[in-house]
Every structure is written in structure tokens, then in C-alpha cells.
């Protein structure tokens, strides 16, 4: 059974960072790219940040870029997402995500690619 536990969510003024973990199990999780999403009250869940299967390809969302840094770690079975200069705008619920196919994803920033979300985590950002 595939499990997605997030944490590291939190309060946070803004310019401020945090690092979010997404603990996988119950797949190979070196076959499959992961990805980040987000959600705020009241928005549609939008697509945050993804890397392939390897690491050795990373998607980043245009509002997030050079702000936040996803990374993995197959052998923890891990993906993170480093979150710099946080913004009151980044206020959401953030969920990690896993594809619906091992491998290389088409469409990996689309919500309709992934199968399998954990419960997610809050981050608040107070200006």
C-alpha cells in the first residue's frame, strides 16, 4: 500500500524558510518522479515543483522559481522541498505526490498525472 507522509509545515514570517519532508512507502520509490503541490482557501490546487525518478530533472512552477528547491534521497526513500524567502502568497496546505507511471512522466506538472497524495502540511507565512 503506497503511503505519502508530509511534515516540516509551519508558521513562518515572511523572507523566512522551511523545509518541507514527503516520507514514501509501499512502492519503489526510485522508479518514480514525485511531485509538490499546493493549496490555498478558497484556490485550486496548483502544481508547486516535480523531479524524475533519478534527481536528475527538477520542474518548478514559475512563482516558486529560484525560491524553492526540491530534492530526493532514494535511499531514505524521501523527497524534500527546500522553501527560501517565503512569501505570504505561499500560504497553503502542501502535498507531495506520486505518478500514476514509473519512469519518465509526460505531464508532471498536471494534478491528473499523480494517483497517490499524502495528507499534506500547512504553511503559514504572516507578513
Known amino acids: 500500500q503506497v503511503q505519502l507522509v508530509e511534515s516540516g509545515g509551519g508558521l513562518v514570517q515572511a523572507g523566512g524558510s522551511l523545509r518541507l519532508s514527503c516520507a514514501a512507502s509501499?512502492?519503489?520509490?526510485?522508479?518514480?518522479?514525485m511531485g509538490w503541490f499546493r493549496q490555498a482557501p478558497g484556490k485550486e490546487r496548483e502544481f508547486v515543483a516535480a523531479?524524475?525518478?533519478?534527481?536528475?530533472?527538477?520542474y518548478y512552477a514559475d512563482s516558486v522559481k529560484g525560491r524553492f528547491t526540491i530534492s530526493r534521497d532514494n535511499a531514505k526513500n524521501t523527497v524534500y522541498l527546500q522553501m527560501n524567502s517565503l512569501k505570504p502568497e505561499d500560504t497553503a496546505i502542501y502535498s507531495c505526490?506520486?505518478?500514476?507511471?514509473?519512469?519518465?512522466?509526460?505531464?508532471?506538472?498536471?494534478?491528473?498525472?499523480?494517483?497517490?497524495w499524502g495528507q499534506g502540511t500547512q504553511v503559514t507565512v504572516s507578513s
Open positions: 523531479i524524475s525518478w533519478s534527481g536528475g530533472s527538477t
Open positions: 509501499g512502492h519503489t520509490f526510485s522508479s518514480y518522479g
Open positions: 505526490a506520486r505518478p500514476v507511471v514509473a519512469g519518465t512522466v509526460e505531464a508532471i506538472e498536471s494534478a491528473y498525472s499523480y494517483d497517490y
